[in-house]
């Protein structure tokens, strides 16, 4: 299945972190790069990918 402009982005941001995050300090992460996204996508997001 291919991903969204917004799961790639999500990909993206985790793959550069360096320690575990929960989707709560996800969305906070997102929001401080302006990749503004909602919560609920956020969650759908991750939902998605462990799918």
Known sequence: MKRTRSQANIVHVLK???????????????????????LATVYRSVTFSLR
């Open 16 to 38: 550069s972190l360096t320690h575990p995050i929960s989707a709560q300090d996800l969305y906070i992460e997102m929001k401080n790069r302006d990749l503004g996204l909602g």
